[in-house]
């Protein structure tokens, strides 16, 4: 099965083609790794993912989701997230780390908040209004993400991957819904396109050319005159030469839900990887075998992430492999379950 060749993307390679994707776990009130996260990766390195990308990090303070969101801004912030990395390699999974600004969408105490434009997420109050980033602003994120990424380096991580998804500041730039700016980081495509770019370029200062960059992005916005796939594809031909996978989602620049249905987000995965010719991981309510082979065998993508289903059930991957016969070695501690 498709689902079990390895993949190999520059200096990584995968055992299978099953990855975890970052879900923010609120749990980190220190912004480091807690014991739950030790747990938590660990629990699904031992049950047979190929890569684990760990929830969404901040890159500055006010780049946290929330106050219980871990963090990558400091230097003290290396050691023990290197432990979660030498954590999940030592059972037996690669592990990646998603580098984020919330943007508009910080939900942490942090006094102000920063967006492309001083539009609020949503008139429910939940968000103080943002300020709208100068060019120093603008500047200073890009380095952010850069000084983040030489920390994972440190820290041992197989892949560093950029937020550009899900309302994040990354997304906002990019959405004409939420800029409005009338500079050269607005206006029109290209200058909505020029914040990713500043911010690959500068993780690349960083991060390896031989180390995989993946970049997460939301297709479709779901609203009128938002961002569609056709419209990514283009800004993601940009970026090629610094990204190496692309992992496709789709929504939350506003607060309209995305119709959710099985594989809903497979077709943008399918139409990123034909239209950019990049690799693709595709995600979205995948939740069977079939489905990841169905992905995979029709060249809609080259890996397939699991949230919800991994948070479910750690042990999908080598549980489904052994209902079809298909031998993998099981931790030790557990092979007596099926002798």
């Known amino acids: 099965m498709k689902t079990y060749e390895p993949f190999r993307i520059k200096d990584l390679e995968l055992k299978n083609r099953i990855v975890m994707p970052p879900m923010c776990m609120y749990s980190a009130p220190d912004s480091a790794p ?4 030790f747990l938590h990766y660990g629990a699904r390195a031992l049950g047979g993912a190929g890569l684990i990308i760990v929830e969404a990090t901040g890159v500055v303070p006010e780049g946290r989701i929330s106050d219980n969101c871990l963090g990558l801004w400091s230097d003290d912030q290396i050691a023990p997230l290197a432990r979660l990395a030498d954590h999940v390699h030592s059972l037996g999974a690669k592990i990646g780390i998603q580098l984020n600004h919330a943007g508009r969408k910080c939900g942490a105490a942090v006094g102000k908040i920063y967006g492309p434009s001083a539009l609020n997420y949503s008139d429910d109050g939940k968000y103080p209004d943002p300020v709208e980033m100068s060019r ?7 380095g952010a993400f850069a000084s983040a990424a030489g920390r994972a380096l440190k820290a041992g991580f197989d892949v560093v991957e950029i937020h550009g998804a899900h309302g994040y500041l990354v997304n906002q730039f990019l959405s004409p819904l939420s800029n409005k700016r009338h500079d050269g980081y607005g206006v029109n495509f290209e200058g909505r396109s020029r914040f990713l770019q ?3 370029q500068a993780v690349r200062t960083e991060w390896p050319e031989e180390k995989p960059l993946f970049l997460r992005v939301s297709a479709e916005d779901y609203a009128e005159g938002g961002m569609t796939p056709t419209e990514m594809a283009r800004i993601i031909d940009r970026v090629t030469r610094e990204v190496d996978v692309v992992h ?11 119709p959710v ?4 987000q497979i077709s943008f995965a399918e139409m990123i990887k034909v239209a950019c010719g990049v690799p693709t991981i595709a995600v979205g309510m995948i939740t069977t075998l079939e489905m990841i082979e169905e992905a995979l065998c029709n060249n809609r993508a080259d890996l397939v992430a699991l949230g919800r289903e991994l948070l479910r059930n750690p042990f999908f991957p080598l549980l489904e492999a052994r209902k079809r016969g298909i031998e993998l070695p099981w931790p030790e501690q557990y092979k007596r379950a099926f002798s």
């Open 261 to 264: 249905y099985p594989g809903y």
């Open 198 to 200: 500043d911010v690959v």
């Open 248 to 258: 496709v989602s789709s929504g939350g620049v506003t607060p309209v839900p995305p």
């Open 136 to 142: 120093e602003d603008i500047d200073f994120v890009a």
């Open 34 to 37: 807690a014991d739950f996260h």
